[in-house]
């Protein structure tokens, strides 16, 4: 059974920082790759960060430079350390696993990833 657990959302005024964490369970396979993805009312799902099981990571455009992807292998958990947060990032943000290959394709988004949590809310003010 595959779990996918975040948390660390929360509000926080525009220039602060929050560290989301994504605790994964039960996923089957050697070869992943797990992103980090949000969603507000009215917009449309976007993939801003991800990472492989060989350690490769991708970001957004929209978050590179203030936000971080990374991995604790001996707890797995997966990491987004947010910073220089802006109003534009409130969102749902939630984690998602996959196949290795969508960490790379072109709209993350768009892509089939097999399992997902069930989000955590961000708000920047």
């Known amino acids: 059974h595959v779990q996918l657990v975040e948390s660390g959302g929360g509000s926080v005024q525009a220039g602060g920082s929050l560290r989301l964490s994504c605790t994964v369970s039960?996923?089957?396979?050697?070869?992943?790759?797990i992103g980090w993805f949000r969603q507000s009312p009215g917009q449309e799902r976007e993939g801003i960060a991800a990472?492989?099981?060989?350690?490769?990571?991708t970001y957004a455009d929209s978050v590179k430079g203030r936000f971080t992807i990374s991995l604790d292998n001996a707890k797995n958990t997966l990491y987004l350390q947010m910073d220089s947060l802006e109003s534009e990032d409130t969102a749902m943000y939630y984690c998602?696993?996959?196949?290795?290959?969508?960490?790379?394709?072109?709209?993350?988004?768009?892509?089939?990833?097999?399992?997902r949590g069930q989000g955590t809310q961000v708000t920047v003010s």
């Open positions: 998602a696993a996959g196949k290795e290959y969508l960490c790379f394709t072109r709209n993350m988004a768009l892509e089939p990833f097999d399992y």
């Open positions: 990472i492989d099981s060989d350690g490769a990571v």
């Open positions: 039960g996923y089957p396979y050697r070869a992943w790759c």
